[in-house]
């Protein structure tokens, strides 16, 4: 088990991840935190077959799935899982969204 830490998302740089998203990222115990900003009504371009974990903070994404199964919203204040499989993508609703994930080392 590591030591207690305080993990400075806030003092991280803000970095492009694709046309329309930036994020904070910060390795942590071998996995990636990360905030998460999709400007309104992006569409991530590639489909991502990883796992995640993540929270809604402010807005909504709705993601779709590459094996046509249905899509899943998730609104500001909840939080959701995606398995690692048949890829999925998000995109934001018309305010964008803004969202914390854990997923892979970075």
Do not use: K
Request: one cysteine or more.
């Amino acid at each position: 088990m590591s030591e207690s830490q305080i993990v400075p998302l806030s003092e991280t740089a803000l970095e492009p991840e694709a046309p329309g998203i930036n994020s904070r990222a910060v390795p942590v115990n071998g996995v990636r935190w990360a905030v998460v900003q999709y400007d309104p009504g992006v569409l991530r371009e590639e489909w991502c077959d990883e796992g995640h974990s993540g929270f809604v903070i402010e807005g909504e994404v709705v993601y779709e799935f590459e094996d046509g199964r249905p899509a899943l919203t998730v609104r500001a204040e909840q939080g959701f899982t995606l398995a690692a499989g048949p890829g999925h993508r998000g995109r934001a609703g018309s305010e964008g969204v803004r969202l914390f994930l854990i997923d892979r080392a970075g």
